[in-house]
């Protein structure tokens, strides 16, 4: 199972774009990496998904570089309501064998 | 739809008893995931079916948890005799995938607390 680490928590401001970047240096071939966001009393709800290079949906974008060892969840002009954990996945379902990181705290502030 | 449902959302029981977790997935997904979540672990993948069949319990903690998945439409992941350790956030997903997405999704959880 690839071995994950991803920031603990990070704090931003209203109308700023928020960076997460999470490792995975062991990440296998045919594996996905996938973003949730997790709010209190919440399952995690998935918000983007990549195998490399870069995807873009209506609220994040994903850049994952050409050796696939990490990854970097972007979100652009974050507001209060983005405040929540947000967990890097890697693995592919199909295969069953997925790793979870221990998530990151984004916290906004007006 | 209404996405993937569990129940009950809240559990409160005492040491010894047993505690049945319930989830539906999501109509036409045929993968349902249990997850299990705590401060200290975080989230830890329990069991895995697919088409009802169970494909993997290698996170299931010990003898004590049992899964099963009667039909498409209902899952059960069952404790007995629950212990205090067991107390955590317990999470069911399901799955959909294609040519080029594979993501499940998570149900609003079931919070179970062991006396």
């Known amino acids: 199972l690839a071995k994950i680490t991803q920031p603990i928590s990070m704090d931003s401001y209203e109308g700023q774009e928020v960076n997460i970047t999470c490792s995975h240096n062991?990440?296998?071939?045919?594996?996905?990496i996938t973003w949730y966001q997790q709010f209190p009393s919440q399952g995690p709800r998935f918000i983007i998904q990549?195998?490399?290079t870069k995807v873009t949906n209506e609220v994040a974008s994903l850049f994952i570089p050409a050796d696939r060892k990490s990854s970097t969840l972007s979100l652009p002009r974050v507001s209060l309501s983005d405040t929540a954990v947000y967990y890097c996945?890697?693995?592919?379902?199909?295969?069953?064998?997925?790793?979870f990181g221990a998530g990151t705290t984004v916290t906004v502030r007006a | 739809d209404a996405g993937v449902i569990q129940s009950p959302r809240h559990e409160v029981t005492e040491m010894g008893q047993e505690v049945t977790l319930r989830c539906k997935p999501i109509?036409?997904?045929?993968?349902l995931f249990w997850y299990r979540q705590t401060m200290m672990r975080g989230l830890e993948l329990l069991i895995y079916?697919?088409?009802?069949?169970?494909?993997?319990d290698s996170g299931m903690p010990e003898d004590r948890f049992s899964a099963k998945m009667p039909n498409a439409s209902f899952s059960t992941l069952k404790i007995q005799p629950s212990e205090p350790r067991d107390s955590a956030v317990y999470f069911c997903?399901?799955?959909?995938?294609?040519?080029?997405?594979?993501?499940?999704?998570f149900g609003p959880g079931t919070r179970l607390t062991v006396l």
């Open positions: 079916f697919n088409n009802n069949v169970p494909i993997d």
């Open positions: 997903a399901s799955r959909t995938s294609g040519p080029r997405t594979d993501t499940q999704y």
């Open positions: 109509s036409g997904h045929n993968s």
């Open positions: 062991n990440i296998a071939t045919n594996d996905y």
């Open positions: 990549g195998y490399k």
């Open positions: 996945l890697v693995g592919r379902l199909s295969d069953y064998k997925l790793s």
